[in-house]
């Protein structure tokens, strides 16, 4: 089948925003795969990433071209005429949506109406397609790691060009042999991106401005480049936004339930366990460090306090949900800006 369209290079080219840990690097591979060896379309994939961990910002980058156009590029996808974006956090950098067009496609990950996430996105136009990978991923009973399948399913649809029982099928090639309990499951993640998927078409607005895409400039050159091996700000997570790392669960507290015992703020790597001194909860007579609650601006979902606390769902004796002091939750379940108590001023 022929491409769509092309750009003056004659490449369709996909465009995956998504942080380490939630597959974007093997959805590419898997969709080059089955474009180039199963349907002979010329293509290439590729992804770009910094320290490669959890939580880290990736892009990945997909292209085809009919079998007369070699590709011999391997330059960032700068004019996506689909991007696909894993984490709506990821719209806190605008260079997410840069170069997106008023006649691409974009696929957010969300529980919102298409017209909600072009609202929220500030998407110049174009085709929106929102899926909402983890509520999916946790109906199957899958980690939220599994997003990235039911995202690729809500992406097959807008690809009449690749066909969606050859993606079922590396789908199958891929987690065969490896994890075989998981294909199935896999298989119908897909297929439940593909169906529930909702979309809805947006002509240009100036309310929107269309963004242009702009290559980063370095931070330092020749002229302001510090001494070699000298840190002028090490690094540190505590001072940093990380709501963008997590990937579909929270942690969340319920203080009647707690004992104060701070086995939680020994676990949290990003001090986001917020105290205050005053009246202890049982014995109010008594001056105390009492658990307020959770920043979850520094917050990246690792769920270590949960699994560290006596009254949680990991309590050696099994206990109701409310009698839980911590417990795991699904983030889109909740208005996490109602919820955070920040570790620099009180909730109003």
């Not at 996909?14 to 180039?36: Q, T, W, Y």
């Amino acid at each position: 089948m022929k491409l769509p369209k092309v750009n003056d290079l004659g490449f369709f080219e996909i465009r995956l925003e998504s942080i380490g840990g939630m597959g974007a690097n093997s959805a590419g591979k898997m969709l080059a795969d089955v474009g180039v060896l199963s349907q002979g379309y010329n293509g290439a994939a590729f992804s770009s990433y910094g320290s490669e961990k959890k939580g880290s910002p990736v892009k990945s980058f997909v292209r085809f071209a009919d079998s007369e156009t070699a590709v011999r590029v391997n330059s960032t996808v700068e004019e996506p005429h689909v991007v696909a974006v894993f984490h709506m956090n990821l719209l806190k950098n605008p260079m997410t949506l840069m170069g997106v067009k008023d006649d691409a496609i974009v696929i957010f990950n969300t529980n919102m109406s298409p017209k909600e996430a072009r609202d929220f996105a500030k998407l110049h136009g174009g085709k929106v397609v929102c899926v909402d990978a983890i509520k999916i991923a946790g109906d199957l009973h899958l980690p939220s790691q599994a997003a990235n399948t039911i995202i690729m399913g809500a992406m097959i649809k807008q690809l009449p060009f690749i066909e969606k029982e050859l993606f079922e099928k590396q789908i199958r090639k891929q987690f065969d042999g490896k994890k075989p309990e998981l294909v199935e499951p896999n298989v119908e993640a897909f297929r439940r991106g593909y169906d529930d998927s909702v979309e809805e078409m947006f002509a240009p607005e100036d309310k929107y401005p269309y963004i242009p895409y702009k290559k980063p400039e370095p931070v330092y050159g020749k002229n302001n480049q510090l001494t070699g091996g000298y840190i002028s700000a090490a690094g540190n997570s505590t001072l940093k936004d990380l709501q963008v790392t997590r990937t579909g669960k929270i942690p969340v507290f319920n203080p009647a339930n707690c004992i104060d015992c701070a086995q939680c703020e020994c676990v949290c790597p990003d001090l986001c366990i917020v105290w205050e001194r005053g009246p202890d909860r049982k014995k109010p007579e008594v001056t105390a460090m009492n658990m307020m609650g959770i920043d979850y601006q520094y917050c990246k979902g690792c769920l270590k306090c949960v699994r560290a606390c006596p009254k949680g769902p990991y309590a050696p004796k099994p206990l109701e949900k409310d009698q839980q002091a911590l417990r795991i939750e699904l983030e889109v379940d909740f208005d996490v800006d109602k919820l955070t108590y920040s570790r620099y001023k009180k909730n109003k």
